[in-house]
């Protein structure tokens, strides 16, 4: 029990250190954009879609949380991930979901395959968003599937396991 807290403690962290930060480098500038939510012609909040996924996750989704944009970042899509399948270096099963995961719009746009269905309520996805948010963070500019694999890369590496 307490090594699968653990696993889900270095998992969060190890999706913070992924992701390349944004920062304002002129000293007149904010330190962080503030994101503006924006209405996208494709992307909802709710839609629940299917994308190309690595081997053996046929059956994983990605649920559009929130659309947003910022000058430096771009068109922002924050997605949660289900039915993913992490293992650790010893091959035991890790986290399936990912509750908050944020991509520029093309990465999505390359990732997707078919609007499934439109939910009437969005999860929550309030604890990563406010981190994202209060540590100036960046998104993820590869595919859905490539940021899984890089993600579960590292999450191998910090679940105790020697190389």
């Known amino acids: 029990m307490v090594h699968s807290a653990i696993r889900r403690s ?16 002129d000293a007149d500038e904010p330190k962080c954009w503030q994101p503006q939510a924006v209405v996208d012609p494709i992307y909802k909040s709710g839609q629940v879609w299917s994308y190309k996924t690595r081997p053996g996750e046929e059956s994983s989704t ?23 399948q992490f293992k650790d270096c010893e091959g035991a099963p890790g986290p399936t979901k990912m509750e908050h995961a944020p991509f520029a719009k093309a990465a999505i746009d390359k990732s997707v395959l078919r609007l499934l269905r439109t939910e009437s309520k969005v999860p929550d996805y309030t604890d990563g968003y406010g981190d994202w948010l209060s540590h100036c963070g960046g998104v993820y500019t590869i595919s859905v599937a490539e940021m899984l694999t890089a993600t579960n890369e590292a999450f191998k590496s910090g679940s105790g396991c020697h190389s």
């Open 62 to 84: 990605i649920t559009i949380l929130r659309v947003e944009s910022t000058p430096k970042l771009g068109v922002i899509v924050h997605v949660r991930i289900d039915g993913f």
């Open 10 to 25: 270095a998992v969060v962290s190890m999706i913070f250190a992924t992701l390349a930060f944004a920062h304002a480098t």
